[in-house]
């Protein structure tokens, strides 16, 4: 695992919508990787329980448990082992897409995570909270899941906010 994954990533303000883009390199093929998105037996290490469908038009169904936030979503976008998308809201929510996209790289796989949210919601913490997961997938990958790094949250939210 590269340490190429300390820097922020990018939130840019269009009309009423914030779109925040977070890059990390991975030093593990994209097979390995792909799996940590859609097994539910894996993401479950770094995001939450639940199940996604791996079809356009499938179920993604997420339970954050303890947080209260239930994510039950449809996937709108799907290629295998490249391209998962799928909103990260509950039904009578605002609707927030988020997009995973995977690409080959000479070190292993570049995965990059594409969000939406309407522009009156906290868009350093959404970007927190998934650097965070990020962080906890990264460990994950690693054989050693870790429980969420709130510390990793609130200094990362921190760094957000400045941005603005």
Aim: glycine fraction near 6%.
């Amino acid at each position: 695992m590269t340490d190429q994954n300390e820097s922020l990533g990018t939130i840019q303000r269009e009309n009423s919508q914030y779109t925040a883009r977070l890059v990390r390199v991975i030093e593990h093929d994209i097979t390995t990787v792909w799996q940590m998105l859609v097994d539910p037996a894996k993401f479950v290490d770094w995001l939450a329980p639940g199940s996604i469908e791996l079809w356009e038009g499938g179920s993604a169904k997420l339970d954050f448990g303890e947080s209260g936030i239930i994510i039950d979503s449809e996937v709108t976008d799907y290629q295998a082992e490249s391209l998962l998308a799928y909103s990260w809201s509950s039904p009578g929510e605002p609707n927030r897409p988020l997009r995973w996209s995977l690409s080959e790289t000479p070190v292993g796989t570049e995965l990059a995570l594409t969000l939406i949210c309407p522009a009156d919601e906290d868009i350093a913490r959404s970007c927190a909270g998934w650097e965070a997961h990020l962080m906890m997938m990264l460990a994950a990958l690693e054989g050693v899941p870790i429980k969420f790094p709130f510390e990793r949250f609130q200094s990362t939210r921190e760094a957000y906010n400045a941005m603005f």
